[in-house]
């Protein structure tokens, strides 16, 4: 929520970059299958029989990010995402685990997504995460996260804490 970090009591900051490279507890990655036909191709990027309801989406968007750029990391305190990564690009996905009363507190997982890999991979609250376009053309990111923009009517402060902000973060893409 754009806090400064004193005033975050959920959120327990690292003294240390010591990451432990691991699965995530409640971090979903699942394949997206491209059907294809003779007009196309579609995919299915969530179903409600294979999403605990948690994560069921309250909106999608849809981003485009240029070669080398990175979006985050960041965090949110009561939102999840449910990222797509289809293509076209490749993107390196990095999300590590700042809840500390999770059982993989400060492991970190990093994944090659995309046009080759396509993946949908969901991001519960409290698992800071940014992606990286590593293609060479722009590439294509669906989200559809659990919890409106700035609330219903946009009224509502941003649940968004940025690490990508500090130059001294200790989440490195």
């Known amino acids: 929520m754009?806090?400064?970090?004193?005033?975050?009591?959920?959120?327990?900051?690292?003294?240390?970059?010591d990451f432990?490279?691991?699965?995530?507890?409640?971090v979903v990655v699942y394949d997206l299958k491209k059907y294809f036909d003779d007009r196309g191709w579609l995919a299915e990027l969530f179903r409600h029989d294979d999403l605990d309801e948690e994560f069921y989406p309250t909106m999608s968007y849809i981003s485009f990010t240029k070669p080398g750029v990175q979006r985050g990391p960041h965090e949110h305190v009561d939102q999840a995402d449910l990222f797509c990564f289809i293509g076209p690009s490749t993107f390196?996905?990095?999300?590590?685990?700042?809840?500390?009363?999770?059982?993989?507190?400060?492991?970190?997982?990093?994944?090659?997504?995309?046009?080759?890999?396509?993946?949908?991979v969901v991001v519960p609250k409290g698992v800071v995460h940014g992606y990286?376009?590593?293609?060479?053309?722009?590439?294509?990111?669906?989200?559809?996260?659990?919890?409106?923009?700035?609330?219903?009517?946009?009224?509502?402060?941003?649940?968004?804490?940025?690490?990508?902000?500090?130059?001294?973060?200790?989440?490195?893409?």
């Open 20 to 26: 432990t490279q691991g699965e995530i507890k409640d």
């Open 92 to 120: 390196n996905i990095r999300l590590w685990d700042n809840r500390a009363d999770s059982p993989t507190y400060n492991n970190m997982m990093s994944l090659f997504v995309g046009a080759d890999n396509p993946k949908a």
């Open 2 to 17: 754009n806090a400064p970090a004193d005033s975050r009591d959920s959120i327990d900051l690292k003294d240390s970059t």
């Open 132 to 173: 990286k376009n590593i293609g060479e053309i722009d590439g294509m990111v669906i989200n559809c996260p659990n919890r409106l923009y700035m609330g219903e009517g946009k009224k509502e402060p941003i649940d968004e804490i940025r690490h990508e902000d500090d130059p001294n973060t200790i989440y490195r893409m």
